[in-house]
């Protein structure tokens, strides 16, 4: 069974700092298939990034991905106000347990 | 603009079951799987199945195997989730989402979530 580990759990910044996430498979599986979700309070998860570094559609060229199995980054250039959030990679049918980014 | 409308919230007893609606708009209903993940109170994302709308074939996570049922109506563009033998811990916001055309299960549009909340 697949397991993703996100860390760290808890990411404390400034706007306009530069936040880096990291994701770890616990094995691999396809390394082109990782997608990351942001989710405010009481909102649904949005698609932020998919195939490790496609940004979906709308989504601001301040957040990027990359990496390759079993490591991945989602990387949020310059911090602003609404990015404040939690955030989720995924690949296949397996969700990491989520960071918080707070202020 | 693609839209997932959900269903309204439930309160359910334990052992019983509940069935959530996902009414999708704005885009070909049959051309998209449609996924069902669920989120207990402060906890993580927990994926619970995929449906394909046009041939009705479903695949569940082994946790939720002979619990689930995932069905459609073409006619009606609706995606339903259906939980039996309800229990304390499956209070949760449960969400269907669209999976991806590249079927690598990245899910780019969801519903608003429906709270389903077990309690005696």
């Known amino acids: 069974e697949l397991v993703l580990t996100q860390s760290p759990g808890t990411l404390s910044l400034s706007p306009g700092e530069r936040a880096t996430l990291s994701c770890r498979a616990s094995h691999s599986v396809s390394s082109s298939n990782l997608a990351w979700y942001q989710q405010k309070p009481g909102q649904a998860p949005r698609l932020l990034i998919y195939?490790?570094?496609s940004r979906a559609t709308g989504i601001p060229d301040r957040f990027s991905g990359s990496g390759s199995g079993p490591d991945f980054t989602l990387t949020i250039s310059r911090l602003e106000p609404e990015d404040f959030a939690v955030y989720y990679c995924?690949?296949?049918?397996?969700f990491g347990q989520g960071t918080k980014v707070e202020i | 603009q693609v839209q997932l409308l959900q269903s309204g919230a439930e309160v359910k007893n334990p052992g019983a079951s509940v069935k959530v609606s996902c009414k999708a708009s704005g885009y070909t209903f049959t051309r998209y799987d449609v996924n069902w993940v669920r989120q207990a109170p402060g906890q993580g994302l927990e994926w619970m199945g995929w449906?394909?709308?046009?041939?009705?074939?479903?695949g569940y996570a082994q946790k939720f195997q002979g619990r689930v049922t995932m069905t459609r109506s073409t006619s009606m563009t609706t995606a339903y989730m259906e939980l039996s033998s309800l229990r304390f811990d499956d209070t949760a916001v449960y969400y269907c989402?669209?999976?991806?055309?590249?079927?690598?299960?990245?899910?780019?549009?969801w519903g608003q979530g429906t709270l389903v909340t077990v309690s005696s």
């Open positions: 989402a669209r999976e991806m055309a590249t079927n690598e299960g990245e899910l780019d549009n």
């Open positions: 195939g490790v570094s």
């Open positions: 449906m394909n709308p046009k041939r009705g074939n479903t």
């Open positions: 995924q690949q296949s049918t397996t």
